[in-house]
Nanobody, 126 residues
Framework: QVQLVESGGGLVQAGGSLRLSCAAS??????????MGWFRQAPGQEREFVAA????????LYADSVQGRFTISRDNAKNTVYLQMNSLKPEDTAVYYC?????????????????WGQGTQVTVSS
């Protein structure tokens, strides 16, 4: 069984910053064998891709809407992936989910990811 647990969400004013964390665990789960992604879902909208990082951290992918403001990183020794979010906007308000995708590729499609966390709420006030 694989568990992904997000933390770090909260309420922040526009222009502020938050850092999300996602801790992965599982008896047979090898964190460094997985690409990791962040997705988000706002009320009444479909889940959308935010950012992804490959197994080593050497390759990243971002949605156009967050490029230059968000940074994804990972610490394989801690089985944790992070999402540093700067210059937050009200339109960034959503539940943020982390996800794990076994293999070497970095993808933006939610169907590519095998495991998902429960999500953490991010609310940006104007």
């Amino acid at each position: 069984q694989v568990q992904l647990v997000e933390s770090g969400g909260g309420l922040v004013q526009a222009g502020g910053s938050l850092r999300l964390s996602c801790a992965a665990s599982g008896r047979t789960f090898t964190f460094s064998s997985y690409a990791m992604g962040w997705f988000r879902q706002a009320p009444g909208q479909e889940r959308e891709f935010v950012a992804a990082i490959n197994w080593s951290g050497g390759s990243t992918l971002y949605a156009d809407s967050v490029q230059g403001r968000f940074t994804i990183s990972r610490d394989n020794a801690k089985n944790t992936v992070y999402l540093q979010m700067n210059s937050l906007k009200p339109e960034d308000t959503a539940v943020y989910y982390c996800a794990a995708d076994f293999g070497l590729r970095v993808g933006a499609g939610s169907h590519e990811y095998e495991y998902w966390g429960q999500g953490t709420q991010v609310t940006v006030s104007s």
